[in-house]
């Protein structure tokens, strides 16, 4: 009995051992089942993400045919991706397991998830190849590629909302290479230059150095001429005419020195831009579309499409969209900029022979209206940006000076013939009337403007009470709310001897620009410093541009090539002791007495309010006898203008003229 009982016990136990035994040897068969798939997962992930499988053991492909499809998949992305294995499921010997991919296309975030399968063969774990694994619902010969979509370049608008710059159609005029046999391209380049007035060796180099599927643009036009038409176009082998759309102004020339323009970016602005712009695209250059560029531009969109790598019946391959992030359309620069009374500046100027300006500024508001550079000009914005000597129109800013001195529109000065100080003589202008030498009053030496009369006052008003009337005018100060370079004038704190006195008559190192010329006379329509505002929405627009600015890119990365030396003084802040509605009072006095009595008779019969104004001649050069600009400044209602002309002789005979014509037509 006890030994048959020992017996079972021992058999007991050697059952249980085996049993033990059996099961410790199915789990390590599991385990390394199961490590053998992870590793295996994650080797296939970091493949994945390197776009190399060629070393993966690959189950239904060869692996270096699957290599080569790895790669032609994601070719077009540019990049690549960061791709991590899931929890890998086993099922015998076959594995499934996520896997999850991240890609930068442009600025956007691509994730995506897949599913890839393993399966277990002579003890090792192989791919299991699927177009599908690398992005879901991609076909077998599918590959990818990224799409930009341009954003809707946002526009620059006038006076209450009125377009100025919009999406305007044009035509792309140039070479299609597709079009044309190899042996033709050079001929059909230098015809096609010749018909555009291009320089025709350095277009034919452009088409002979583009690819063969390439179309090399000559020239954009807004609409056909005599000259430059589709049957002499097409006439060209390979010459297409592609209809487009561009920002563009009402006309070529409107406003261009102000608005700038916008076109492909060049190899310059690109390489400036660190990385905010690419071949292709589109930027501003001078102007607002240049200072705006990156509000203007917008976010531009991206695709990601798949192609087929083959077609039906000759049809384009039908594109499928795996991932798309729509563009954000640009911002709209609103200005303040009149329609009518630019292109009216503009048509003023049209006959001028130099370099010209017409400014109108809405004295209550400050708003400039119009700012309108002469052809003379050659695309330069001598409105805004101009340095001239201005000339007798100082008097405002010498009779203001002279004011908080005591004087008044009746005060008597001295005005004679000629005037020397330390050695050098002045004069006033030619035909001056001798009727108003002598003592006169000083609104009389105003109308007519008596250099030598304002000159003897030398010693009651010094340099710097000249400058600081200046300010007092809204000149050479700071221009906040204006959101465009300018220049706003400068006037030297300290000057004595010829200088001072040749300052008396807006002469020596005095300088302002016609912008700031027509804020002098706002600000005595005014009554009180006017701060000129050309874009409304400045502060808004500089805000976005720093959101959005690009990484890399910093605030001056697409300053123009041609960008304006600065001025040639820093501003001032403004005035601390502002001109008052008692003294702008007595200045348009004698502003009207220009018209009434003096030598802008001419302006008398401009319809409307009476107007009020200052006219200027400044002597420049080496010249004997000197070059002279042409100045004159006025007032009519709630309108203040000045008008410019390099070169232009006597401000009341080639200015005036242009001013009553701007006026009259205004209304």
């Keep these: 009995m006890g030994k048959t009982s020992h017996i079972g016990k021992m058999q007991k136990k050697l059952v249980l051992g085996f049993v033990a035994l059996v099961v410790a040897g199915s789990l390590s068969a599991c385990d390394d089942a199961r490590a053998g798939a992870d590793a295996a997962a994650k080797q296939l992930a970091s493949s994945l993400a390197a776009l190399d499988v060629g070393q993966l053991a690959v189950d239904g492909k060869e692996a270096s045919a699957a290599n080569d499809q790895l790669k032609a998949v994601f070719q077009g992305l540019g990049t690549k991706p960061s791709v991590t294995s899931g929890d890998v499921k086993l099922d015998g010997d076959n ?12 600025s956007a975030a691509w994730e995506y998830s897949s599913q890839a399968s393993l399966k277990k063969s002579g003890g090792k774990w192989a791919v299991q190849w699927n177009p599908a694994m690398l992005a879901p619902q991609l076909a077998d010969g599918e590959t990818l590629s990224v799409t930009t979509v341009p954003a809707p370049r946002g526009q ?41 007035g291009l320089d025709v060796e350095e277009y034919a180099k452009q088409v002979a150095a583009a690819g063969p599927q390439a179309f090399v643009e000559g020239l954009v036009l807004r609409a056909y001429t005599a000259d430059i038409n589709e049957a002499k176009i097409v006439a060209i082998p390979g010459g297409v005419s592609i209809l487009d759309s561009l920002s563009l102004a009402p006309t070529r020339t409107f406003a261009r020195a102000v608005l700038g323009s916008v076109g492909q970016a060049s ?10 712009l690419r071949a292709g695209e589109t930027t501003g250059t001078g102007g607002l579309e240049q200072k705006y560029d990156s509000a203007l531009r917008g976010k531009d969109g991206v695709e990601v499409v ?19 992030v729509p563009p954000t359309a640009g911002t709209a620069v609103k200005t303040t900029l009149d329609l009518k009374l630019q292109q009216l500046a503009e048509d003023t100027l049209a006959g001028v022979g130099p370099a010209s300006a ?8 400050g708003a400039v209206l119009a700012a309108a550079s002469g052809p003379g000009s050659n695309g330069y914005n001598t409105a805004m940006l101009g340095q001239y000597a201005p000339g007798s129109t100082f008097k405002i800013v010498d009779s203001l000076a002279l004011f908080r001195k005591g004087a008044t529109p009746d005060t008597k000065v001295q005005c004679t ?15 001056y009337p001798e009727t108003s030498l002598g003592s006169i009053e000083l609104r009389d030496a105003f109308a007519h403007s008596c250099n030598t009369a304002f000159i003897s006052e030398r010693d009651t008003v010094s340099q710097e009470q000249l400058a600081s009337a200046a300010q007092a005018l809204g000149v050479a100060v700071d221009a906040p709310k204006l959101g465009a370079d300018a220049f706003l004038g400068s006037v030297p704190a300290a000057a004595e001897g010829t200088e001072h006195a040749a300052s008396m008559i807006g002469q020596g190192k005095v300088l302002l620009s016609p912008l700031a010329g027509a804020v002098m006379a706002a600000s005595v329509a005014n009554g009180a410093p006017v701060s000129p505002q050309l874009v409304v929405n400045a502060d808004a627009l500089a805000t976005q541009a720093q959101n959005t600015q690009s990484p890399g890119a910093s605030a001056s990365s697409t300053a123009s090539p041609t960008a304006t030396a600065p001025p040639t003084a820093t501003p001032s802040p403004a005035s601390t002791q502002p001109i008052t509605k008692a003294e702008a009072a007595g200045l348009a006095d004698m502003m009207r007495a220009v018209v009434t009595s003096g030598h802008a008779g001419f302006l008398a019969k401009v319809p409307g309010l009476p107007v009020g104004a200052k006219t200027g001649t400044a002597e420049f050069g080496n010249d004997n ?13 709630d309108l203040a203008v000045a008008v410019f002309v390099e070169d232009g002789g006597l401000g009341a005979t080639t200015s005036g003229p242009l001013l009553k014509s701007f006026l009259t037509a205004a209304g």
């Design 358 to 365: 017409i400014v109108a500024i809405r004295p209550s508001t």
């Design 625 to 637: 006898p000197p070059k002279t600009h042409a100045w004159i400044v006025a007032t009519h209602g």
């Design 267 to 276: 190899a310059e602005q690109i390489q400036k831009s660190n990385g905010a």
């Design 95 to 106: 594995a499934t397991f996520p896997l999850k991919y991240t890609w930068t296309i442009g």
């Design 306 to 324: 798949g192609k087929p790598a083959t077609t039906t019946a000759g049809q384009a391959p039908a594109a499928k969209v795996f991932f798309s």
């Design 156 to 196: 620059i608008l006038g006076a209450g909302d009125a377009p100025i710059v919009q999406d305007r159609p044009v035509f792309r005029v140039g070479i299609d290479k597709t079009k044309v046999g190899a042996d033709q391209v050079d001929s059909s380049a230098r015809a096609m230059a010749a018909l555009l």
């Design 417 to 431: 013939p000629t005037l020397t100080v330390d050695g050098r003589t002045f004069k006033n202008s030619e035909g």
